[in-house]
């Protein structure tokens, strides 16, 4: 099959590797329609984050159709449309039980092959799925490919931002950054209730879309010159009689965004974080933490506990996320999207791949 393969620091090669095939009889087999490029492949892509076999097969986002099954496959059959959160799971160990499905005791993450042992991703033609029964989800037919997409991986993600940040009607809440994640942050802080929600970037684009989902866009280029921007913060301390947000969602991932949701928050207040840090140190003190009372809640986000969630709510039905994506590629073309991705280019806020 062709498939994206990590060949060293910026450089992803589409080539013929070897099909995958059922190695357990909880396997699946899914022939993939669309795979996403997340912000999360970027780590990988610029080789903030070592170790990763060159070869491996790329991506943690897609959605297809089970080709093949192990025999202890029950809930799925061959031609069933599916989609997976970006990490497989048991569905019976401690973790999965409490729904932290994440940190599942027997679970991978699809991408990632170190050392010759892990798992391969889903921006290929074919993608070998652990756990079948309790990974996969079915698409059914009030959900489009690009909504199963979203529901793997980034709008559960920003949807569990929002939870973490225990949204109250007459709060006032931030957002800090509005990538495809932050956004989905947007979208679930509405939905659960935010009506002062604030969206923090620097790309009028972004702010655009991020006030058609319900926010009230801060651009940093006028309203300050850095990520530690005393107009932004001055800002909202003005229509919170000066005490600050009651909770801030970051999902940048860097040092000036963790910095700047600590100048935000109110003492006693919310950071809810699921940007991908890959600093060793944080960028506020303990000191700063004690004094100012904070909550400070991180980690990566359950998604198939929240895929599940969101479905059976029928939350992902009642906005227009699939707008979010931008630009599609075969996946061929793929080297070039990743660069594209990348750079920010023609506007580009998710990509996705079309085998």
């Known amino acids: 099959m062709h498939a994206l393969t990590f060949q060293g620091k910026e450089t992803i090669t589409y080539e013929r ?7 357990a009889a909880t396997d699946a087999i899914v022939k993939v ?3 996403g490029i997340c912000g999360s492949d970027l780590h990988v892509y610029h080789c903030r ?4 076999d060159n070869g491996t097969v790329m991506g943690h986002e897609f959605v297809g159709e089970v080709v093949e099954i192990g025999r202890d496959v029950k809930r799925f059959r061959r031609g069933t449309k599916v989609f997976s959160p970006f990490t497989t799971s048991c569905g019976v160990c401690f973790y999965c ?9 027997k679970g ?6 170190e050392k010759g042992s892990g798992l391969h991703g889903g921006q290929a033609e074919y993608v070998r799925v652990p756990l079948a029964d309790t990974t996969l989800l079915p698409l059914s037919m009030d959900l489009t490919t690009e909504q199963g997409l979203l529901l793997g991986d980034i709008f559960s993600t920003g949807y569990f931002c929002a939870d973490m940040a225990h949204i109250q009607p007459k709060g006032v809440y931030v957002v800090i950054g509005c990538g495809p994640v932050g956004l989905m942050a947007v979208v679930g802080a509405k939905n659960l209730g935010a009506t002062q929600l604030y969206a923090i970037d620097t790309i009028p684009e972004r702010l655009k879309k991020a006030q058609e989902f319900g926010a009230i866009p801060l651009n940093l280029l006028s309203e300050g010159s850095s990520l530690n921007s005393v ?10 009689n000066g005490r600050g947000a009651d909770a801030v969602l970051e999902v940048v991932g860097s040092p000036s965004a963790s910095r700047l949701a600590v100048d935000l928050v109110r003492a006693g207040g919310i950071i809810s974080t699921v940007g991908v840090h890959t600093t060793e140190h944080f960028s506020f003190s303990p000191v700063e933490a004690y004094n100012k009372n904070l909550t400070y809640k991180v980690g990566r986000c359950p998604a198939r506990f929240y895929a599940e969630k969101l479905i059976k709510e029928e939350i992902v039905q009642r906005y227009d996320i699939a707008s979010i994506i931008t ?11 990743y660069r594209i991705f990348d750079r920010k280019e023609d506007n580009c806020l998710k990509s996705v791949l079309l085998t």
């Open 108 to 113: 991978s993450f699809y991408g990632w092959v």
């Open 33 to 35: 329609e669309m795979a």
């Open 327 to 337: 630009h599609r590629f075969d996946l061929k073309n793929g080297a070039e999207a």
């Open 49 to 52: 984050e070592t170790g990763l």
């Open 17 to 23: 590797v070897a099909d995958p095939s059922v190695l």
């Open 97 to 105: 039980q409490i729904g932290l499905t994440c940190r599942c005791e």
């Open 231 to 240: 107009d932004v913060v001055d800002k909202i301390k003005s229509v919170t």
